[in-house]
């Protein structure tokens, strides 16, 4: 069971994810994997470091300055697409492996956050998703929370976040699973919790399912294999 999950820029992703964790939920977190591809000497860091010059890592060190660079790609689209192009192959090769990975350790639940899931890059992952959750809260909660959060950001700047992606308002007609984030944490912590049980309640009829299956197979070899060796001993003696 892949689960995608998606929103707004500070919509609530995190916060859903992180409750979704502690009940013990593995999720795959797209902004965490390309923070590592950007670490010093990573080869998409050289990339980053070659196409936007020396000045966007911070003074006296080889670590990229987020925030300068952050200002620079959400107010121009080209630089934002170069960004991408150099960040985006990395990411969604380090997520097929890790997806690959936990299919293999039989993992039955996957909830992969990914923040651009209906924007071009990540959409190829839709088809793979049994379910997609948007987090949702209105255009204002979203801005008064970006700005919480990243206080250095101008209002200029942090709606240029916002316009960097689809809006709210369209992702959630393309949800299965929508949480409501206008309210309070626990709020959205009761819907985590719904929408855990479902998980959970479509991995026991995966798990029904799987069995019966095997049920299945297991009859048809208890009662066909005796009849097979009955025919095939029939179809020598009239060969003879
Ligand atoms: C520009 C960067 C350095 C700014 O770093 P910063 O620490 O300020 O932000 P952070 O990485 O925590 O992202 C915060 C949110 O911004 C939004 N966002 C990030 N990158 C993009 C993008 N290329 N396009 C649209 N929205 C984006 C997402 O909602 C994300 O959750 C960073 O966001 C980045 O490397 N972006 C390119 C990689 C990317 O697309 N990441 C998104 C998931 S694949
Ligand atoms: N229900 C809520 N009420 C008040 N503040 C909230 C609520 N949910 C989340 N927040 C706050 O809003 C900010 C954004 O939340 P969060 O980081 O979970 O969003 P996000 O969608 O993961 O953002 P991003 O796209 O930037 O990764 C955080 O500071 C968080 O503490």
């Not at 020396?54 to 660079?69: A, H, K, Q, T």
């Not at 956050?113 to 071009?120: D, R, V």
């Not at 007609?173 to 626990?186: C, L, R, Y």
Request: glycine share 6%.
């Amino acid at each position: 069971y892949l689960v995608g999950l998606t929103g707004g820029i500070a919509s609530g992703k995190s916060t859903v994810a992180d409750q979704l964790r502690r009940m013990g939920v593995l999720v795959i977190d797209a902004d965490s994997v390309a923070k590592s591809a950007l670490e010093p000497r990573q080869p998409a860091w050289a990339q980053v470091v070659r196409e936007f010059g020396p000045g966007v890592l911070l003074p006296d060190s080889d670590e990229i300055d987020r925030d300068r660079l952050g200002a620079i790609v959400f107010a121009d689209a080209g630089k934002r697409a170069k960004l991408n192009a150099i960040v985006h192959p990395t990411v969604y090769r380090e997520i097929a492996y890790q997806l690959i990975y936990h299919f293999f350790m039989l993992e039955q639940v996957v909830v992969l956050e990914l923040p651009l899931l209906f924007e071009k890059s990540g959409a190829g992952m839709l088809p793979w998703l049994t379910e997609v959750v948007v987090v949702y809260c209105r255009p204002e909660q979203q801005l008064k929370r970006l700005m919480k959060r990243n206080p250095q950001l101008t209002v200029e700047q942090a709606k240029q976040r916002i316009a960097a992606q689809l809006p709210l308002d369209s992702k959630v007609t393309k949800a299965t699973v929508v949480i409501d984030n206008q309210h309070s944490e626990a709020h959205s912590r009761d819907q985590a919790v719904r929408l855990y049980k479902r998980l959970l309640a479509s991995r026991a009829q995966w798990i029904s399912r799987s069995l019966f299956t095997a049920g299945v197979a297991v009859l048809a070899a208890v009662v066909g294999l005796p009849f097979y060796l009955w025919s095939a001993r029939l179809s020598r003696s009239t060969a003879l």
